[in-house]
């Protein structure tokens, strides 16, 4: 619809929903339409009524200026008709030819009505942002940044992994950590730092790698057990994404110069998963140093193969059972595990390569 049209209403990607939990429902006059696969959400016009930081009572408006100013971010309050033509009344298509992310009015009170705009801020700033971002917006940002604890941790963690997974989110993590935001939400930065991100970032793109939120979250925070623990809890994460970085905390380091036979044995004790992490990670450590160092440009040649190897690794199958044990002779009860594990170590160390007969035989010997 038009500016002025009987049934107002604004038309957008779900990825420009104002709030997850205070937008999208038949309440604030949403539906959601799904086109070609891709879901668009049509919003009645709508005034704020009253705001806590942390979600918002509406009111059904035909007052476009107002919608767009209850708004965040300029270049979310762009409208279009049914002919394609694209309304602006807030200066957001200036905004989208400067890469300039900027807050609709008073920074500090689009801020104050929905707190997580702080991290909406330097999420669009990281996909659609170029130089220096807006100078009252991150005053403001700095300014509210305790205000982040009011927020729901799905909330945080939605927009930070979305942040994360952008192409290049270097950027807008610096900001975020000058201006002492990224301590309020990760404060497991702080004495670790964002320095690997630029490295990882180019060594993403020349070997073709997806972006990946939690390597990226990984490659800032300190590979402690206890406290990513900790962090996934305050977040919430899924208990997927929790496992994923607990088993690179727990994964044994990897030496790059160890030989094949040796790699094997490490990947089937610790896993694939952590052991790739660690190996992406320092790949991109020794990438970053390798223009200057040769010894580092060598490493890097010898971590790729080894994170070629991780990858496509599949784990081999120990040829016996509790069962086996039993057979053998054995009662049910601690003794079985024993020797189970005995010979399965014995198999890992020898690489793998005695089969069932062998290992069946070799029990014999242990229960006489």
């Given amino acids: 619809a038009r500016p002025g049209s009987a049934a107002p209403s604004s038309f957008r990607s779900s990825d420009q929903t104002r709030s997850a939990e205070s937008d999208v429902s038949f309440d604030h006059g949403t539906v959601t339409l799904v086109i070609d696969g891709k879901p668009f959400e049509v919003t009645t016009l709508r005034t704020d009524v009253e705001t806590d930081g942390r979600r918002a009572k509406v009111a059904f408006s035909t007052d476009w200026k107002a919608d767009a100013e209850r708004r965040d971010l300029t270049i979310n309050a762009l409208y279009a008709d049914a002919g394609g033509e694209v309304v602006d009344l807030v200066g957001g298509l200036a905004d989208i030819e400067r890469r300039n992310i900027r ?83 990760l404060p497991e930065t702080e004495r670790w730092g964002i320095d690997a991100i630029p490295s990882l970032i180019t060594t993403e793109k020349a070997l073709g790698w997806s972006p990946d939120p939690l390597l990226r979250l990984a490659a800032i925070v300190p590979p402690d057990v206890a406290r990513l ?26 030496n790059d110069d160890m030989s094949s036979a ?24 020794a990438r970053g140093k390798a ?28 040829p016996l059972n509790g069962g086996d044990v039993i057979s053998a002779g054995i009662a049910s009860g601690p003794r079985v595990g024993e020797l189970l594990a005995g010979l399965e170590n014995q198999w890992v160390e020898e690489n793998f390569v005695s089969d069932r007969a062998a290992l069946l035989a070799r029990l014999q010997e242990r229960v006489q």
């Fill in 103 to 185: 807050f609709i009015g008073d920074a500090a009170m689009r801020i104050a009505e929905d707190h997580l705009r702080i991290l909406r801020f330097f999420r669009f700033f990281a996909y659609y942002g170029s130089g220096r971002p807006d100078a009252e917006g991150l005053k403001a940002c700095s300014a509210a940044r305790s205000k982040l604890t009011s927020l729901s941790a799905e909330r945080v963690w939605s927009e930070l992994r979305k942040l994360l997974g952008a192409a290049d989110p270097g950027r807008a993590l610096l900001w975020m950590r000058q201006v002492a935001v990224l301590t309020e939400i």
């Fill in 229 to 254: 623990e900790a962090l996934a809890a305050r977040l919430k994460l899924s208990n997927a994404e929790a496992a994923t970085l607990k088993a690179w905390a727990m994964a044994a380091p990897v």
């Fill in 262 to 285: 040796a790699f094997e044995r490490l990947l089937y004790r610790n896993g694939a998963g952590g052991i790739t992490t660690r190996l992406k990670l320092a790949l991109a450590v």
């Fill in 291 to 318: 223009e200057s160092d040769f010894d580092e440009m060598a490493r890097s040649a010898r971590l790729i193969k080894l994170l070629d190897r991780a990858m496509h690794w599949k784990k081999p199958q120990f």
